[in-house]
């Protein structure tokens, strides 16, 4: 479902258009025709503008600003929102678009319209028809996410993170035009733990009546230290005989605030749930939050998670992606307070090292595309293709002003794997939109950014604020490591290590389960094994077209006694569910 499209005024609309955006219609000076669905986007008369808004819960810009902004050419510091701002001038008729930081909320651009499709929109599924950008399809499928300004279709373009479009008409031609916004990856200064501590205590007067997903890692914990002045309800799901779960229970005791556990149930997974995911969100991704999400609208609560929290604990920079003796290493020079020493040595800051990190090198992800399309797509150089995009990525970076390739880095997976994957956990879960995210408070951005990397990795700032406002959360163990959080990182992170040579022993195993304090508990959260079955693909073969998808092959993967990998399948379903719905005409 559109949440919003901009038209020329004097086409007919396609069919597939008017799918996508079927609520309220208004033009703007016989040029523009602008649909947006009501229910979650609100329209604000100011003066010589009109201002279409949507995103996250109780965050409206300050139109007035925003008008003094545009009027005065000082596009740039129109950066931080919380979702997508559309200005239209009843003077002149120019359309101005912003998007948010993190690319969160996407805006499609469409530069080889045909008549009656819109010029832009949110909705991808709304151009339906065009030629697939197969490299994207490839990305995707691979990954979650695509690349830069690219989209499922040739021609058609996505707004890249922290961008804005004008649209305004040249010679009774439609024209656009994109510019950046402020490139807040450039911080000066560097925050304190205290003005970290500061923001985040106003940020935490707009919730109220909340209800936090709560696992056992960093970012929830920092959110509930945030918030638990406020009584938040805690959700937590995944398999209730899990050590994360028994933390997750612990830590609400020892707070006490109420705790809804939910396991995964197989009636939870049917086609009538992909199905509502794909027209409210034209994606499939993360069904698994559902129950969360009518939960939280059920009791009129506030949806929120740590998404996005990976920035201040350093979870998205490279140190996370380096092997096992270099990842100890770095650990280790952090703690002492030389991990830019070994960066210099590691080439951290070397933009081909870098690349390398992200560079796409096979095939493997087509084995269950259908026999001669996945020959096809062999043959066109799909992984090249990628990784010049990529290549051209960083290139736009660097025009911004970025010169540190580590910086580049996060950057990149920040907006590509944070703003277009793993957000959509919180996202598509909520009704409406009743969710709002704390870490993607304007001031925390640029107070985040001006942090040096080397000073956020492996959480210390998390740890930091924790200890200052909420130290009794660092007596129990992330439910990755066997050490409690207030250990030393190295010994956490050695835990970790440990705890996966327990998994594999049986000698050590029976001791842990005896001596341990989650010792009863399974090391795993996502049961899925009795989730991805043959009933589910039974259920969901009429989302998966035969002209693009091999179920044979996904019928035997479904059969696998291979347990652990039922996850990665489930989440590899829910891809091609939802590039199947986009592209299908």
């Not at 080439?347 to 087509?366: A, C, G, K, P, W």
């Not at 598509?428 to 640029?446: P, Y």
């Not at 959260?525 to 079955?533: A, E, H, L, P, T």
Request: glycine share 6%; hydrophobic share 40%; aromatic share 12%.
């Amino acid at each position: 479902m559109a949440v919003f499209t901009i038209e020329d005024v004097s086409e007919t609309v396609t069919k597939v258009a008017a799918e996508c955006a079927e609520r309220t219609h208004f033009t703007v000076n016989s040029q523009w025709g602008i649909r947006f669905e009501g229910t979650m986007a609100t329209r604000t008369d100011l003066e010589k503008w009109i201002f279409i808004w949507y995103g996250e819960s109780n965050v409206e810009p300050d139109f007035k600003r925003v008008v003094d902004l545009i009027e005065s050419g000082h596009f740039a510091e129109l950066w931080g929102f919380r979702g997508v701002l559309i200005a239209i001038s009843k003077v002149d008729g120019c359309i101005y678009v912003f998007n948010d930081a993190y690319g969160s909320f996407p805006v499609y651009v469409n530069s080889s319209r045909r008549e009656g499709e819109p010029i832009v929109s949110d909705s991808m599924r709304c151009f339906a028809g065009h030629n697939v950008d197969w490299v994207s399809f490839y990305q995707f499928l691979s990954l979650g996410y695509i690349f830069g300004g690219n989209s499922l279709f040739d021609g058609v373009s996505r707004l890249k993170a922290n961008c804005g479009l004008k649209l305004a008409y040249v010679n009774e031609k439609p024209v656009i035009s994109r510019f950046p916004l402020k490139n807040f990856w450039n911080g000066s200064g560097t925050a304190s733990t205290d003005d970290l501590i500061d923001i985040f205590r106003a940020e935490a007067e707009g919730f109220e009546d909340t209800q936090i997903m709560m696992s056992g890692g960093w970012d929830s914990r920092l959110l509930l230290t945030v918030l638990e002045h406020k009584k938040p309800l805690l959700y937590t799901h995944g398999n209730l005989q899990s050590r994360e779960t028994a933390i997750v229970r612990d830590i609400a005791s020892v707070c006490g605030l109420p705790l809804v556990e939910r396991g995964f149930d197989p009636v939870d997974f049917g086609v009538e749930i992909f199905s509502s995911y794909l027209r409210k969100n034209e994606s499939a991704m993360f069904t698994h939050w559902n129950p969360a999400g009518l939960q939280a609208a059920q009791k009129k609560l506030l949806m929120t998670a740590g998404t996005f929290g990976e920035v201040l604990g350093g979870h998205y920079g490279t140190l996370n992606t380096l092997p096992g003796k270099k990842k100890y290493a770095s650990l280790l020079m952090h703690m002492v307070g030389a991990g830019a020493l070994l960066d210099s040595v590691l080439h951290l800051h070397d933009r081909q090292t870098i690349l390398s990190y992200l560079r796409m090198s096979n095939y493997r992800v087509l084995w269950f595309v259908e026999s001669q399309l996945a020959e096809n797509l062999r043959s066109r150089d799909l992984v090249e293709q990628s990784n010049q995009r990529v290549r051209a990525l960083f290139e736009s970076y660097e025009e911004q002003g970025m010169e540190d390739a580590q910086a580049m880095f996060e950057r990149f997976y920040t907006e590509h794997r944070g703003g277009q994957y793993i957000n959509r956990q919180l996202t598509n879960a909520a009704q409406g939109n009743r969710f709002r995210n704390i870490f993607t408070n304007r001031e925390l951005l640029a107070a985040a950014s001006s942090i040096p990397f080397s000073q956020r990795a492996h959480n210390k700032i998390n740890k930091e604020i924790i200890k200052k406002l909420n130290p009794k959360l660092l007596d129990f163990p992330l439910a990755a490591t066997l050490a409690n959080a207030r250990r030393p990182l190295l010994v956490q992170e050695s835990s970790r290590a440990f705890r996966k040579l327990v998994e594999k022993n049986t000698v050590m195993l029976p001791l842990y389960q005896k001596f341990s304090r989650y010792g009863d508990r399974s090391f795993g959260w996502n049961s899925f094994r009795d989730i991805v079955s043959q009933e589910l693909m039974e259920k969901v073969s009429p989302l998966l077209s035969d002209k693009i998808w091999n179920h044979q092959k996904l019928n035997e993967a479904v059969k696998s006694d291979n347990s652990s990998n039922m996850y990665p399948l489930f989440d590899m379903i829910s891809k091609a569910i939802t590039i199947d719905y986009i592209i299908r005409e």
